[in-house]
């Protein structure tokens, strides 16, 4: 098992993890008369990696370039067959949106779309092999009822509603049984639960006036302009930084957005909005992560100058997609983002913020509080006996560890 290296010091990457990084390089960006250094590659440390990231459909395009490949995958057909799958549902789920879309459109709405197809459109003839596991739209919050009247008449639902506050609701989750296809509604790009996501949304509040046109298989989407875009995918990335950890698919996002859009961006507004937030130099450590291990050649000005790009890129390697895959993945983040909002302390007071979330972080997943916040105890006593059961004792011992070494890094970002 990969062993994590103290504050400040980085692991080695595996043999898996360096080739995983040269085939999705190669990938992205192609280069004539590639060393095919196929006769030792790990192939399954290599799809071990390209799971954990969500990419397996990219790798398995890419592995067909290196002769000695064909081995290992007659060996494993499941590869083969998990890939065929993903794309095709992929494909699925993206006819199935663009028609969700026109109805939108019919019925005189047109939200933002955000992220998803968005980003699937800068990998090209590649796009279905970039997995999204849902779509997500932004909209004023005045037109949530005839999104709500369109989404249901098509056979999407939701059961988060009712009792919901929706004037600080993040977003709202509609799913479709038979298409496959959930549709995340945003209310607001990056909800209100600590003070860096409030100033995010702020870079938003004029969206909607600037707004421009993308065509996708004939359908006009309404989609963020260039600067916007931009902004939000780094911000993303950003936000997924500071709680549970974000992945590679992230990052290739944002730096495939930049390098498609970059002459039709304003980098001062960019850098300003960094600034507020205190991103400035993760994005530095984003791009020069990119430029070292993806093939890309993008250079910044006015942007802080990377610090700990290798850091980041082994924390990304470790986290996965988004981070948060078991309990003690959940606790890290709540340890970390005890660490943003100024409030990490002893090891009791930690564990009494994890175990005890105040009211207003409760009311996010549990809106029956925005009305009865007397309920608040019966709620925490429910905690504590989830987490007895679920450990016998409360040892977060782990994920302190873990969130020591993700804060380490956030205090070199500046961010707390």
């Not at 495939?256 to 400035?280: F, H, N, Q």
Request: charged fraction near 25%; charge should be negative; glycine fraction near 6%.
């Amino acid at each position: 098992m990969h062993q994590a290296a103290s504050p400040n010091e980085v692991s080695p990457m595996t043999p898996g993890q360096r080739e995983f990084l040269e085939i999705l390089k190669h990938t992205m960006h192609p280069v004539p008369n590639h060393v095919q250094y196929d006769d030792t590659i790990d192939w399954t440390s290599v799809f071990g990696e390209a799971v954990n990231q969500n990419l397996l459909p990219l790798i398995y395009n890419a592995a067909s370039d290196y002769p000695g490949f064909s081995e290992f995958d007659e060996a494993h057909p499941e590869n083969m067959m998990h890939t065929v799958k993903m794309v095709s549902a992929q494909a699925q789920r993206t006819s199935a949106f663009l028609a969700l879309y026109r109805a939108f459109l019919e019925a005189g709405i047109s939200p933002i779309v955000v992220k998803g197809i968005v980003c699937r459109s800068l990998y090209g003839e590649l796009q279905d092999f970039r997995l999204s596991g849902d779509e997500d739209i932004l909209i004023e919050p005045k037109d949530f009822e005839a999104v709500d009247e369109v989404l249901n008449a098509h056979g999407y639902h939701t059961d988060e509603v009712a009792d919901r506050d929706m004037a600080t609701v993040q977003e709202v989750t509609f799913c479709n049984e038979e298409t496959g296809l959930t549709v995340e509604v945003h209310l607001n790009p990056f909800g209100e639960s600590n003070p860096v996501r409030s100033k995010m949304n702020m870079w938003f509040r004029d969206s909607f006036a600037s707004a421009e046109a993308l065509e996708m298989e004939g359908v006009q989407l309404r989609v963020l302009s260039p600067t916007e875009n931009l902004l939000f995918l780094l911000f993303h990335a950003f936000k997924h930084f500071l709680a549970a950890g974000m992945g590679v698919r992230l990052v290739l996002d944002a730096l495939l957005y930049m390098e498609k859009y970059s002459d039709c961006v304003d980098w001062k507004d960019i850098i300003r909005a960094l600034e507020d937030v205190r991103a400035t130099t993760f994005a530095a450590d984003l791009i020069a992560i990119g430029n070292k291990y993806l093939g890309f050649d993008l250079a910044i000005e006015g942007l802080n100058q990377p610090v700990s790009p290798d850091e980041l890129l082994e924390d990304m390697l470790l986290r996965g997609t988004f981070g948060v895959s078991t309990q003690i993945d959940a606790d890290v983040a709540r340890f970390t983002e005890l660490a943003v909002e100024g409030k990490r302390g002893s090891k009791i007071t930690d564990t009494f913020y994890l175990i005890f979330p105040s009211w207003d972080q409760w009311k996010s997943f549990k809106p029956y509080l925005v009305d009865r916040p007397w309920m608040l105890p019966v709620e925490w006593f429910r905690r504590v006996g989830r987490y007895l059961r679920k450990r016998k004792a409360v040892d977060l011992s782990e994920s302190r560890r873990i969130a020591e070494r993700r804060i380490e890094l956030m205090k070199r970002y500046g961010v707390v």
